[in-house]
Protein backbone atom coordinates (compact mmCIF):
# COMPACT_ATOMS: atom_id res chain seq x y z
CA UNK A 1 0.00 0.00 0.00
CA UNK A 2 2.96 2.06 0.81
CA UNK A 3 4.25 1.24 -2.84
CA UNK A 4 1.26 2.45 -4.45
CA UNK A 5 0.96 5.91 -2.24
CA UNK A 6 4.63 6.70 -2.89
CA UNK A 7 3.76 6.28 -6.79
CA UNK A 8 0.86 7.97 -6.63
CA UNK A 9 2.25 11.36 -4.59
CA UNK A 10 5.38 11.46 -7.09
CA UNK A 11 3.38 10.84 -10.28
CA UNK A 12 0.86 13.68 -9.08
CA UNK A 13 3.18 16.02 -7.47
CA UNK A 14 4.72 15.96 -10.48
CA UNK A 15 2.14 17.08 -12.69
CA UNK A 16 0.92 19.65 -10.68
CA UNK A 17 3.92 21.31 -9.65
CA UNK A 18 5.04 21.50 -13.83
CA UNK A 19 1.44 22.64 -14.20
CA UNK A 20 1.98 25.42 -11.79
CA UNK A 21 5.01 26.38 -12.58
CA UNK A 22 3.55 26.98 -16.35
CA UNK A 23 0.58 28.59 -14.48
CA UNK A 24 2.76 31.03 -12.78
CA UNK A 25 3.32 32.65 -15.82
CA UNK A 26 0.07 33.11 -16.87
CA UNK A 27 -0.27 36.56 -15.37
CA UNK A 28 1.54 38.22 -18.08
CA UNK A 29 -1.02 36.62 -20.60
CA UNK A 30 -3.60 38.76 -18.65
CA UNK A 31 -1.57 41.73 -18.32
CA UNK A 32 -1.05 41.17 -21.71
CA UNK A 33 -4.82 41.41 -22.42
CA UNK A 34 -5.94 43.68 -20.04
CA UNK A 35 -3.10 46.36 -21.73
CA UNK A 36 -4.27 45.81 -25.47
CA UNK A 37 -7.76 46.50 -23.61
CA UNK A 38 -6.33 50.02 -22.51
CA UNK A 39 -4.78 50.62 -25.80
CA UNK A 40 -7.76 49.87 -27.90
CA UNK A 41 -10.20 51.97 -26.12
CA UNK A 42 -7.48 54.95 -25.37
CA UNK A 43 -6.61 55.06 -29.34
CA UNK A 44 -8.99 52.85 -31.64
CA UNK A 45 -12.22 51.52 -30.91
CA UNK A 46 -12.84 49.66 -27.51
CA UNK A 47 -12.44 45.60 -28.07
CA UNK A 48 -15.99 43.60 -26.81
CA UNK A 49 -13.51 40.73 -26.17
CA UNK A 50 -10.74 42.07 -23.68
CA UNK A 51 -12.72 42.07 -20.20
CA UNK A 52 -14.28 38.66 -20.29
CA UNK A 53 -11.01 36.75 -22.06
CA UNK A 54 -9.14 38.52 -18.99
CA UNK A 55 -11.85 37.00 -16.84
CA UNK A 56 -11.46 33.70 -18.34
CA UNK A 57 -7.78 34.09 -17.96
CA UNK A 58 -7.98 34.77 -14.39
CA UNK A 59 -10.46 31.64 -14.00
CA UNK A 60 -7.38 29.31 -15.72
CA UNK A 61 -4.80 31.14 -13.53
CA UNK A 62 -6.44 30.05 -10.16
CA UNK A 63 -7.62 27.10 -11.14
CA UNK A 64 -4.93 25.30 -12.57
CA UNK A 65 -2.68 26.88 -9.87
CA UNK A 66 -4.60 26.19 -6.99
CA UNK A 67 -3.30 22.52 -6.70
CA UNK A 68 0.57 24.16 -6.83
CA UNK A 69 -0.37 26.66 -4.20
CA UNK A 70 -1.81 23.21 -1.99
CA UNK A 71 1.61 21.34 -2.83
CA UNK A 72 4.20 24.41 -1.90
CA UNK A 73 1.83 24.81 1.44
CA UNK A 74 1.15 28.74 0.36
CA UNK A 75 -2.79 28.48 1.16
CA UNK A 76 -3.90 30.15 3.76
CA UNK A 77 -4.06 28.35 7.46
CA UNK A 78 -5.03 29.85 10.67
CA UNK A 79 -1.44 30.00 12.23
CA UNK A 80 -3.00 30.78 15.72
CA UNK A 81 -2.64 27.30 16.90
CA UNK A 82 -1.00 25.24 14.34
CA UNK A 83 2.32 26.79 14.31
CA UNK A 84 3.17 25.57 17.52
CA UNK A 85 1.96 21.73 16.80
CA UNK A 86 4.19 19.08 16.29
CA UNK A 87 4.43 17.44 12.68
CA UNK A 88 2.44 14.34 13.75
CA UNK A 89 0.09 16.82 15.20
CA UNK A 90 -0.13 19.06 12.06
CA UNK A 91 -0.13 15.44 10.23
CA UNK A 92 -3.94 14.48 12.59
CA UNK A 93 -5.47 17.48 12.02
CA UNK A 94 -4.60 17.99 8.15
CA UNK A 95 -6.15 13.97 7.67
CA UNK A 96 -9.33 15.14 9.67
CA UNK A 97 -9.41 18.37 7.44
CA UNK A 98 -8.64 17.05 4.48
CA UNK A 99 -11.35 14.63 4.35
CA UNK A 100 -13.94 17.53 3.93
CA UNK A 101 -11.89 19.00 1.31
CA UNK A 102 -11.89 15.96 -0.81
CA UNK A 103 -15.86 15.78 0.12
CA UNK A 104 -16.43 19.40 -1.17
CA UNK A 105 -14.13 18.79 -4.25
CA UNK A 106 -16.58 15.69 -5.31
CA UNK A 107 -19.43 17.83 -4.99
CA UNK A 108 -17.69 20.55 -7.06
CA UNK A 109 -16.70 18.51 -9.70
CA UNK A 110 -20.08 16.74 -9.75
CA UNK A 111 -21.58 19.88 -10.48
CA UNK A 112 -18.95 21.24 -12.95
CA UNK A 113 -19.36 18.37 -15.32
CA UNK A 114 -22.82 18.67 -15.13
CA UNK A 115 -22.66 22.15 -16.03
CA UNK A 116 -20.30 21.22 -18.58
CA UNK A 117 -22.15 18.14 -20.45
CA UNK A 118 -25.31 21.22 -20.49
CA UNK A 119 -22.65 24.01 -22.19
CA UNK A 120 -21.95 21.11 -24.55
CA UNK A 121 -25.17 19.81 -25.28
CA UNK A 122 -26.61 23.10 -25.85
CA UNK A 123 -24.14 25.44 -26.92
CA UNK A 124 -23.92 27.49 -24.10
CA UNK A 125 -22.87 30.90 -24.63
CA UNK A 126 -21.98 34.10 -22.26
CA UNK A 127 -24.67 36.87 -22.62
CA UNK A 128 -22.03 39.93 -23.53
CA UNK A 129 -22.41 41.33 -26.65
CA UNK A 130 -18.99 38.88 -27.56
CA UNK A 131 -20.73 36.17 -26.73
CA UNK A 132 -18.51 33.23 -26.99
CA UNK A 133 -18.70 29.56 -25.99
CA UNK A 134 -18.40 28.61 -22.20
CA UNK A 135 -17.63 25.44 -23.16
CA UNK A 136 -13.87 25.84 -23.11
CA UNK A 137 -13.64 27.58 -19.35
CA UNK A 138 -15.96 24.89 -18.32
CA UNK A 139 -13.44 21.69 -19.55
CA UNK A 140 -10.91 23.93 -17.62
CA UNK A 141 -12.56 24.44 -14.64
CA UNK A 142 -13.57 20.72 -14.44
CA UNK A 143 -9.60 19.72 -15.46
CA UNK A 144 -8.63 22.34 -12.51
CA UNK A 145 -11.00 21.01 -10.26
CA UNK A 146 -10.19 16.99 -10.79
CA UNK A 147 -6.04 18.01 -10.45
CA UNK A 148 -7.07 19.91 -6.84
CA UNK A 149 -8.66 16.66 -5.92
CA UNK A 150 -5.86 14.57 -6.73
CA UNK A 151 -3.39 16.95 -5.17
CA UNK A 152 -5.85 16.59 -1.81
CA UNK A 153 -5.50 13.06 -2.10
CA UNK A 154 -1.46 13.24 -2.36
CA UNK A 155 -1.65 15.73 0.91
CA UNK A 156 -4.08 13.04 2.45
CA UNK A 157 -1.23 10.27 1.80
CA UNK A 158 1.41 12.84 2.83
CA UNK A 159 0.11 12.85 6.30
CA UNK A 160 -0.62 9.43 7.05
CA UNK A 161 2.89 8.65 5.72
CA UNK A 162 3.59 10.83 8.62
CA UNK A 163 1.52 9.81 11.19
CA UNK A 164 3.33 6.30 10.58
CA UNK A 165 6.53 7.72 10.39
CA UNK A 166 7.38 6.81 7.03
CA UNK A 167 8.85 8.92 4.29
CA UNK A 168 6.80 8.69 0.94
Same mark, same amino acid.
Not at 4 to 27: P, Q, S, T, W
Not at 34 to 49: D, G, Q, R, Y
Given at each position: =?? %? &?? *???????? $????R?GR????????????????????????P????L???Q????A????????????????? =?? %? &?? *?????K?? $????A??????I???????????D??????????????A????L????????????????????????????L?????
Amino acid at each position: =ML %L &FM *GRYVRIVD $AVNYRMGRIMMYFIFVMVAILLWSSISKTFFLPSLWTLELAQFAMVAYYILGGPYSMQQGAHVR =MD %L &FY *GGWSDKKK $AQIDAITVLFLIFYLGVMLYGAYDSTSYSFQYGERSPTAWRPYLWPIKVVMCFGIFMMLLQSISELFKDIATLKGVEL
